[in-house]
C-alpha cells in the first residue's frame, strides 16, 4: 500500500486533515468536527470551567474531553477506512501546534483570561493527537512558525519548492483551499521526511 501522511490543523471545536502522498498531491481534504455542544461557550470548556470551581472544573473538562475525544477518533477513523479501501495506509500525523509552550495547573490556567484561550486551543489539539494514537497512527508535531523555515530546507535537501506547489494546488483541487489546508497539507509532507522529523516537536503527554 502506498503511505500517506495526515496534516491536521484544530480551532475550536473543529480541525482541517488534510492527507497527501509523497509528492505532495492531495489525496484527501475534510473538516472533522470533535463536539456536540452549540453556542459560543459550547466550543469553549474553559470559558464554562471558569465559573465552576476547581473540583468541578476538572471533572467538567475531563467529561468535556472524553466526548471530544470520541468525536475525534471516530471520524479519523473513518479517513484512515476510506484511505485503506482506495489502497493507503496512514504512515504518520502532523499536528500543528500554536505556541508549543507549556501550560501550568488548571488553578493558574482559570485565573488567566490569556491562558485560558491557550488552554483551549491545546485541549483540542491534543484530542486530535490522542485521537490518533489510539488509532496507532503516529504523531509528529510541529510548531506553525516553523513551517516555512522546514519547508526551505527540505528544498535545499530535495530541490522541491514545497511552499510554492502547496500553494497552487488549490488551482488544480478547487474550493476549498484556504490558509489551514496549506498548512496541513505541508506538515503532513513534512512529517514524510526523515530531515524534518529529526525537527519536529516531541508529542507530549
Known amino acids: 500500500m502506498k503511505r500517506v501522511p495526515l496534516g491536521i490543523r484544530m480551532h475550536s471545536g473543529w480541525g482541517i486533515l488534510v492527507a497527501v502522498n ?8 475534510r473538516r472533522i468536527v470533535v463536539t456536540h455542544a452549540e453556542g ?65 495547573a488548571l488553578r493558574q490556567i482559570l485565573a488567566s483570561h490569556a491562558l485560558i484561550h491557550a488552554a483551549e486551543g491545546e485541549l483540542f489539539r491534543r484530542v486530535a493527537r490522542r485521537a490518533c494514537e489510539s488509532l496507532g497512527i503516529p504523531v509528529m508535531e510541529y510548531r506553525e512558525r516553523d ?8 528544498r535545499g535537501a530535495q530541490g522541491i519548492n514545497m511552499t ?18 496549506k498548512s496541513a497539507a505541508l506538515a503532513g509532507y513534512l512529517a514524510l521526511s526523515s530531515n524534518a ?9
Open 22 to 29: 509523497d509528492e505532495a498531491d492531495v489525496i484527501d481534504r
Open 40 to 104: 459560543f461557550r459550547g466550543k469553549q470548556p474553559f470559558h464554562q470551567a471558569e465559573a465552576l470551581g476547581l473540583e468541578r472544573a476538572e471533572s467538567f473538562l475531563e467529561h468535556y474531553s472524553a466526548d471530544c475525544h470520541a468525536l475525534a477518533r471516530a471520524q479519523i477513523s473513518d479517513a484512515v477506512a476510506n484511505y485503506g479501501a482506495r489502497g493507503y495506509s496512514v504512515a504518520t500525523a502532523a499536528i500543528l501546534l500554536a505556541s508549543g509552550r507549556t501550560l501550568p
Open 147 to 154: 513551517l516555512q523555515q522546514l519547508a526551505h530546507a527540505l
Open 164 to 181: 510554492e506547489k502547496v500553494a497552487t494546488l488549490g488551482k488544480s483541487l478547487g474550493p476549498p483551499w484556504t490558509a489551514d489546508h
Open 197 to 205: 522529523q529529526a525537527k519536529a516537536v516531541s508529542p507530549r503527554c
